[in-house]
């Protein structure tokens, strides 16, 4: 059985994601990012650029699945916005939702262990399992 491939995006998709988030931007009385495609620069994938008048996040649309498009532009009005951990985070969400995606929950708070009963205060670096992030 083969996984599916996840549908590419489209310059409709892409004009309408655009002024979806342009307007939640001026909503929040962010700065309002230009979208363009494709990225001046060959071989990447996003970039953005400053200037007096504003800021241009380029994303790559062809060849690309669409939430991979969708993300970059969402991550190109946080950029642009120079927003960090929380309010970048929050940000990041409610632009998902915008788009028409749910979030999942997540638990706010992880309860960490006493450092006696932590893997790294009992055993040596070397034996430790791999952690890996979980997104």
Known sequence: ???????????VEFA?????LGREARRR??????????PRIVGVQRT???????????????????????????EGVVVANRLQAPSGDRLRSELWEALGYEIAARP????????????????????????GRVA
């Not at 009385?29 to 494709?38: A, D, E, T």
């Not at 992880?110 to 399992?129: D, Y």
């Open 16 to 20: 309408q994601a655009a002024r979806v």
């Open 29 to 38: 009385g962010l700065v309002v990012p230009s979208f363009r495609s494709p």
């Open 1 to 11: 059985m083969q996984a599916a491939v996840p549908a590419p995006g489209t310059a």
């Open 108 to 131: 706010t708070t992880v309860a960490a262990r006493p450092a006696a009963t932590r893997p790294s205060a009992t055993r040596p670096a070397a034996t430790r399992p791999a952690v």
């Open 48 to 74: 953005l650029r400053r200037h007096p008048g504003g800021v241009v996040v380029a994303v790559q649309v062809r060849g690309r699945p669409w939430l991979a498009v969708a993300a970059d532009m969402i």
